[in-house]
């Protein structure tokens, strides 16, 4: 136990989603809540007509006894947790949604799921929905800074880890709290935090499903914490609590959980996807969709990407098995795949997912050529910067090296740009006439009830 003048980090981080004024808030990030919530649910809407999100759909209807909670493009309506459970996957199933790349987690899907299915069970306000999603989504933000990528270096997904405390701060918050209550509830999600990587191994659904429990973890918390059930005030930085439980002596910032917290939004500093593959490689991307146009018929020999070193684990490695991707999945965290189609096709969409782009072997062919290497330039993990250096058989040499990777820093996607993706998105599975009713409601959310913005995604 601590004393109120020296809190704990969930003590502080507490107070902050109990105080938190949406007036207070600069405008600039409240602006990019909006957008980012708009990018999150034309990304959920997509989801619906993959097979993950069938799948997801049946088993979780299967075990529900249905609800008053909207499910994305579904008229079917379930239970909150389920709703949250079903809500996420959808959100995060891509791997297309944002990311702040200091903290490298996805931060819209670890708060946004608990908001839409509590706020509208509570029949929540618009601006006391975008309150507590800050609230949330700056939660996980802070916890993934402190550990400066520890959990990806000891095979957790961090998202999954994270999305269990801003889930419960999220949910504490739209449920009135208070900063006593907040403080337990993130203490009982420190028993739930997990989210292990083994899915790489052979492109599993497991990923998309991390959010999601963390979410059915931080209402149920929240919902324990109010009816006085006790949990520890130290679940971040105590003995056998999530740092030293799951880190193993890897390096943190205590500090960076509650520096200026509530004064300075590192939400702000979320980049957003401008291709649907993991952010490591957007750099290396980049390059190569510039290189494109001055290779074009040119007889290639090798190929060399530059991705940063505490990444290849994930995206590079091993290497044979990256260069053969079987299914989407795999194509996403395989930097040999998408540098060679970006080289060859000069783009990385959605439809460049599907099955015949994973089987051209053109591309196939290409990404035997490619090799990964760190890359000794890298701003990682300010930045997710890459480069491309492509020797051709007569000998020349064409080169790119991308500091900022396009969607974030000074290279942020626009209110336009995020618009154009998220009606692309979403009219995989709904009329563009009705994308654009949901684009306007959530650009006008502070104005709008919870529940009107559900009817609109519901089908």
């Known amino acids: 136990m601590t004393d109120a003048a020296n809190p704990t980090p969930s003590q502080a981080i507490a107070r902050m989603a109990v105080d938190l004024n949406l007036a207070e808030v600069p405008g600039t990030v409240i602006t990019r809540a909006k957008l980012h919530i708009l990018d999150a649910l034309g990304l959920g809407l997509a989801s619906t007509t993959q097979d993950y999100g069938k799948s997801t759909a049946k088993g979780i209807a299967a075990m529900s006894s249905g609800g008053a909670c909207s499910v994305i493009g579904s008229a079917e309506r379930l239970e909150m947790r389920d709703a949250a459970l079903l809500n996420a996957i959808l959100i995060h199933g ?50 993934g800074g402190a550990v400066k990528g520890g959990f990806h270096h000891v095979g957790y997904h961090a998202t999954g880890v994270v999305s269990h405390f801003a889930a419960a701060v999220t949910a504490g918050r739209l449920l009135g709290l208070t900063a006593e209550e907040i403080t337990a509830a993130q203490g009982i999600t420190g028993s739930t935090a997990s989210g292990i990587q083994v899915f790489l191994e052979e492109g599993a659904w497991t990923k998309r499903f991390h959010p999601g429990w963390g979410a059915v973890a931080g209402i149920t918390a929240a919902h324990l914490a109010r009816a006085g059930f006790k949990g520890p005030t130290r679940p971040y930085e105590g003995k056998f609590g999530l740092f030293d439980t799951h880190l193993h002596g890897h390096d943190t910032d ?193 104005q709008l009830p919870v529940r009107e913005l559900m009817a609109l995604l519901r089908s």
Not at 115 to 140: I, K, N, P, Q, V
Not at 391 to 409: E, M, Q
Request: proline fraction near 6%; hydrophobic fraction near 45%.
């Open 94 to 143: 891509l791997d297309f949604d944002d990311t702040h790349l200091g903290s490298i987690i996805h931060p819209t899907c670890t708060a946004l799921p608990t908001a839409l299915a509590l706020g509208e069970a509570l029949d929540s306000s618009g601006a006391e929905f975008l309150a507590a999603f800050l609230a949330g989504a700056e939660t996980g933000i802070r916890i």
């Open 254 to 446: 205590l500090g960076e959980l509650t520096a200026r917290l509530g004064q300075d939004w590192r939400f702000g500093d979320t980049a957003l996807k401008p291709y649907p593959v993991c952010h490591f490689i957007h750099g290396c991307a980049d390059a190569a969709i510039e290189l494109h146009g001055e290779l074009a018929g040119a007889q290639i020999a090798s190929i060399d990407a530059y991705l940063p070193q505490p990444t290849l684990h994930i995206i590079a490695e091993p290497a044979e098995a990256k260069r053969h991707p079987t299914t989407d999945y795999e194509a996403k965290f395989s930097a040999q795949f998408v540098t060679a189609y970006c080289l060859l096709r000069g783009r990385f969409g959605l439809p460049d997912l599907l099955p015949a782009a994973l089987a051209d072997p053109a591309v196939l062919a290409l990404a035997q050529k490619v090799t990964c290497h760190a890359d000794p330039d890298s701003a990682f993990p300010t930045y997710f910067s890459g480069g491309v250096t492509v020797t051709l058989a007569d000998g020349r040499v064409f080169t790119r090296h991308i500091r900022v990777n396009s969607g974030a820093g000074d290279r942020a996607m626009s209110e336009a740009a995020v618009s154009d993706k998220f009606i692309a998105s979403a009219s995989l599975a709904i009329p563009v006439s009705r994308a654009e009713a949901i684009r306007d409601a959530v650009l006008a959310m502070d």
